[in-house]
C-alpha cells in the first residue's frame, strides 16, 4: 500500500468517522454539564473529572463493546469491557476504583461467557464490578461498562493540554498478538501476570503526579493517528509526526497498524525537559515509548514518511469529533 493509500485508509476508518457524533450529543448538553459547577473537564477526554475537594477529583467514564466483538466472542468482549475502561482512567493519569455494568441479553449462555470475561479482567486489572443492571429480556446482545477513579486535581493528565513545541510521544507495548478471530484487537494483556498489566496503569498515575506530560489520551478505537488527532482538536492545536518511527511489530503493514486496538498503549505530549525521564519510566513499564514529532499551531495533523511530508487531517476544515475540549 502506497502512502496516499496510507493516508486515506487513516481518515476512512469507522474506528475515526463514527467519532463525529460525539459533537451532535456534546451541543445538547453543553449548556448544562456543569450544572454543578463541580466539572472540571468534561467532553473531550477520556474520562471526565469533577472536583470533590480536598485536591481530588473523581473521574468517570464509560464504554460500549462494538456489537461486532460481541458476536465474534462474548467472552473476550466482557474481558475487553473490563481493559477498555480501565485504560480510560489511566490514560488521566488515574487510579480506577470500581465499575457498574449494563448487561442486556437474554441467552443464557452468552451471559455465562461475558461474565467469564468480566470476571477475569477484574482478576487481571485489579479493579471490581460492584453492581449494575441486567436486561433479560432483549433480542439483542449488548454491554455497556462505566468506570470511576480518583486522581490529585495537580496530577490529572488532560487531553487538551498539549503545549507548542511539545514532543509527541507514542508508547505501546508490543509483546503481544492479533487475537484469534479479530484483524484488529492486539492483545498484550491475557497472558501477563495482574503486576505487569497493573503496573502499567499505575505508570500513568507517576507521570502525572511528576507532572512529566501536558497532555494524554489512551490509543482507542481511531488507532494511533486518529486518537493524537483527537488530542489535537481537544487542544486546539496540530502536530508534525515522523510515520517510519512510529512503534510497530514488524509484520504488519502500516494500514492495518494504523487501525489497531491496543491493549496497553498511549499518546502523550511532554515538554523537552521532562521527555526522557517519562519515556524512561514507560519503557520500565513495558511500552516502548518513541518521541515521534513535534506540537505545532497550526490546527494540522501533518505525517511524513520517507522524506514525502502529508497532511492527514486539517482541522480548519475537518473533523474526528470537532471540538475542542470543555474545561472548567
Same mark, same amino acid.
Given at each position: 500500500?502506497?502512502?496516499? /493509500? ?7 476508518? /469507522? ?19 456543569? +450544572? &454543578?459547577?463541580?466539572?472540571? !473537564? ?8 469533577i472536583?470533590?475537594?480536598?485536591? @481530588?477529583? *473523581? ?5 460500549g ?5 460481541? #458476536? ?9 469491557? =473490563? $481493559?477498555?475502561? %480501565?485504560n480510560d +482512567? ?8 470500581? *465499575? ?10 452468552i %451471559? ?30 449488548? !454491554? ?20 507548542l513545541?511539545?514532543?509527541v510521544?507514542?508508547?505501546?507495548? $508490543?509483546?503481544?498478538? +492479533? ?13 501477563k501476570?495482574?503486576?505487569?498489566? @497493573?503496573?502499567?496503569?499505575?505508570? *500513568? ?5 511528576k ?12 488507532? %494511533? ?5 483527537? !488530542? $489535537?482538536e ?7 509526526? @515522523? ?5 510497530k =511489530?514488524?509484520?504488519?503493514?502500516w ?20 521527555? #526522557?525521564?517519562?519515556?524512561?519510566? !514507560? ?19 501533518? *505525517? ?7 497532511? %492527514?487531517?486539517d482541522?480548519?476544515? /475537518?473533523i474526528?469529533?470537532?471540538? &475542542?475540549?470543555?474545561?472548567?
Amino acid at each position: 500500500m502506497d502512502y496516499n /493509500e496510507i493516508i486515506k485508509s487513516i481518515k476512512t476508518f /469507522e474506528g475515526v468517522t463514527r467519532k463525529s457524533s460525539i459533537a451532535d450529543v456534546r451541543e445538547k448538553l453543553k449548556d448544562v454539564y456543569n +450544572i &454543578s459547577g463541580a466539572v472540571h !473537564l468534561a467532553f473531550g477526554d477520556d474520562a471526565a473529572s469533577i472536583d470533590i475537594g480536598n485536591n @481530588q477529583v *473523581m473521574l468517570l467514564a464509560t464504554d460500549g463493546i462494538w456489537g461486532q466483538l460481541m #458476536d465474534i466472542d462474548p467472552y473476550w468482549a466482557g474481558y475487553c469491557s =473490563v $481493559l477498555v475502561n %480501565v485504560n480510560d +482512567i489511566a490514560a488521566m493519569g488515574g487510579i480506577p476504583m470500581g *465499575m457498574t455494568n449494563v448487561l442486556s441479553s437474554s441467552d443464557p449462555d452468552i %451471559v455465562d461467557q461475558i461474565m467469564d470475561g468480566i470476571k477475569d479482567g477484574i482478576k487481571k486489572f485489579g479493579v471490581p464490578m460492584v453492581g449494575g443492571h441486567t436486561h433479560p429480556d432483549t433480542p439483542y446482545n449488548a !454491554l455497556d461498562v462505566a468506570i470511576g477513579g480518583i486522581v490529585d486535581k495537580d496530577a490529572i493528565i488532560p487531553s487538551c493540554g498539549a503545549k507548542l513545541n511539545d514532543n509527541v510521544l507514542v508508547a505501546i507495548d $508490543l509483546d503481544g498478538n +492479533i487475537y484469534p478471530n479479530t484483524e484488529i484487537n492486539w492483545d498484550s494483556t491475557s497472558d501477563k501476570s495482574p503486576q505487569y498489566v @497493573q503496573d502499567q496503569i499505575k505508570v *500513568m498515575n507517576t507521570l502525572g503526579s511528576k507532572q512529566l506530560v501536558t497532555a494524554g489520551k489512551d490509543i482507542s478505537n481511531p488507532g %494511533v493517528v486518529g486518537t493524537l488527532g483527537m !488530542l $489535537l482538536e481537544s487542544s486546539n492545536m496540530g502536530a508534525q509526526i @515522523q510515520m517510519d518511527i512510529i512503534p510497530k =511489530v514488524e509484520d504488519i503493514e502500516w494500514a492495518h497498524w494504523f487501525k489497531m486496538y491496543f491493549g496497553s498503549a498511549f499518546v502523550l505530549t511532554s515538554p523537552d525537559e521532562s521527555t #526522557d525521564e517519562a519515556i524512561k519510566l !514507560l519503557e520500565k513499564a513495558n511500552l516502548t515509548t518513541v518521541s515521534v514529532g513535534k506540537i505545532t499551531d497550526d490546527h494540522k495533523l501533518s *505525517m511524513s514518511y520517507e522524506g514525502v511530508n502529508k497532511t %492527514v487531517f486539517d482541522f480548519s476544515n /475537518e473533523i474526528i469529533m470537532g471540538f &475542542s475540549e470543555d474545561k472548567s
